[in-house]
């Protein structure tokens, strides 16, 4: 599977911004997705998951309520709104996937993309 994402970005504290990452190379449906995040000088973080079909999604502590992930298995992309932005989300989103579901996906995915750089500035 191959991921690509976009969608990162420079954005004021309090702001918005949508992530997305398109996936090619498989049935896109066959997969668990999510995102990951990784901050200057820390290690890569969990931020948020979604099962195949959409029915189950998981979040961090630290952006519930905050952020949504979504899918669209028509257009091989996964979403993630990020709302009320703070400097501390700083960091490189990772897009990332896993054929055996959500649990497994936030231990260590099958496959992961490039990743996209979201700075917030306060």
């Known amino acids: 599977v191959q991921l690509v994402e976009s969608g990162g970005g420079l954005v004021q504290a309090g702001g918005s911004l949508r992530l997305s990452c398109v996936a090619s190379?498989?049935?896109?449906?066959?997969?668990?997705m999510g995102w990951f995040r990784q901050a200057p000088g820390k290690e890569r973080e969990f931020v948020a998951a979604?099962?195949?079909?959409?029915?189950?999604?998981a979040y961090a502590d630290s952006v519930t309520g905050r952020f949504t992930i979504s899918r669209d298995n028509a257009k091989n992309t996964v979403y993630l709104q990020m709302n009320s932005l703070k400097p501390e989300d700083t960091a490189v989103y990772y897009c990332?996937?896993?054929?055996?579901?959500?649990?497994?996906?936030?231990?260590?995915?099958?496959?992961w993309g490039q990743g996209t750089l979201v700075t917030v500035s306060s």
């Open positions: 990332a996937a896993d054929r055996f579901g959500t649990d497994s996906l936030k231990k260590r995915p099958d496959y």
């Open positions: 190379g498989r049935t896109f449906s066959d997969y668990a």
């Open positions: 979604i099962s195949w079909r959409g029915g189950i999604t």
